[in-house]
């Protein structure tokens, strides 16, 4: 979820005809229609990735025939599709795969790149030792009894987003999703959520999962109000941590006044309930 740098989409996308609604495969369509895909409208450099930009592609000079497809490029190649553009530049919407499972699931007016491309990034790729160690360090600050120390969190989000800005970084494709999240998480949950489905995934096939991201995952998917699915990701949390404070804390919010009141009881000086 990274913020585009461009001032508006400065084309006009008004053409009648066939357009990709949600639920759609975006995915299944590209992988079908890339070849045709000849035009092409770049939208602007990626805050925070280094040579990538994202642009609109479209089968016609002159953008007449949507759907108009949005792509990841770096070093000027195609690396992903991930959306589709809408409307006019005034009144541009964007559909877009919060989670990159190929699926459109959001829609938005804002000018943002889902988190999950910056597995897409160039470059190799790392065990994701020093992301957990970094990610484990941020999950401490807010599962100790006195809370965050905003100074040091200060510290730790600038190491994690030089960290992601570093192309020479093994784990840059993890932090760059992390500040992804972290960037847009409180204005776009669904996205923050998808973000974070991906990147717990990419953690497990790479030896294990920091308890950052299912507390981050489960406050993504409450702010949504999807309780159930929250509760499952504290519950998760729990499992890599079964003396998490804030794990508990969590999981007793999504059960309602009596699980507060039983957690206020057990721990009555952590920072939260004070």
Not at 22 to 41: C, E, H, I, M, Q
Not at 234 to 263: H, N, W
Request: net charge positive; glycine share 10%.
């Amino acid at each position: 979820m990274v913020r585009l740098i461009l001032a508006a989409l400065l084309f006009a996308l008004s053409a009648p005809g066939f357009s990709l609604a949600p639920g759609d495969n975006l995915a299944a369509f590209w992988k079908a229609n890339a070849v045709r895909y000849t035009a092409s409208r770049v939208l602007g450099p990626v805050a925070g990735w280094p040579g990538c930009e994202t642009a609109v592609l479209a089968t016609d000079a002159a953008f007449s025939q949507p759907p108009f497809v949005m792509v990841l490029r770096s070093a000027g190649r195609v690396v992903a599709a991930f959306g589709t553009v809408e409307g006019s530049a005034a009144q541009a919407t964007l559909l877009l795969d919060a989670d990159g499972d190929g699926v459109l699931d959001v829609r938005t007016k804002k000018n943002l790149v889902p988190g999950w491309l910056a597995f897409q990034l160039p470059g190799k790729r790392g065990d994701g030792k020093a992301f957990r160690a970094l990610a484990d360090r941020m999950y401490r600050q807010y599962d100790q009894n006195s809370g965050p120390v905003p100074a040091q969190m200060a510290l730790l989000v600038e190491s994690l987003r030089q960290r992601a800005a570093d192309g020479s970084n093994a784990d840059r494709d993890l932090e760059a999703a992390l500040v992804s999240y972290l960037d847009l998480a409180a204005t776009e949950p669904a996205l923050g959520a998808g973000t974070l489905q991906a990147l717990s995934l990419v953690l497990k096939a790479r030896g294990g999962e920091s308890a950052l991201i299912p507390l981050f995952w489960g406050e993504a998917l409450g702010s949504l109000g999807r309780v159930s699915e929250a509760g499952t990701q504290f519950a998760r949390l729990l499992v890599l941590d079964p003396k998490s404070t804030i794990g508990a804390y969590k999981k007793a919010e999504t059960e309602g006044p009596a699980g507060l009141a039983a957690f206020r009881k057990a721990h009555p000086d952590y920072w939260a309930v004070r």
